[in-house]
């Protein structure tokens, strides 16, 4: 039986530092639909699931906005 562990939330110093992103970038992509969105995990506390951040990690230019893979057409 294979475990399978549990998705994370990252907080944004984690994300910027995986994917090497400026602050400012990553909310430009979040804003363009290139980068998965964050999830409110709290009343003032946000957070993006570490296998959408993996995930855009491994492929960035086919990863929409909530963290899936867009269905592609032709």
Not at 14 to 31: F, I, N, P
Not at 37 to 46: F, L, M, S
Not at 52 to 69: C, H, Q
């Amino acid at each position: 039986m294979a475990s399978h562990a549990p998705d994370r939330f990252l907080r944004l110093n984690t994300v910027l530092d995986r994917t090497g992103l400026s602050r400012a970038t990553l909310y430009r992509k979040m804003q363009a639909g290139t980068f998965p969105r964050q999830v409110k995990i709290a009343e003032r506390c946000c957070g993006w699931r570490e296998s959408a951040i993996e995930e855009w990690l491994r492929n960035p230019m086919f990863v929409s906005a909530d963290g899936t893979r867009p269905c592609r057409v032709g």
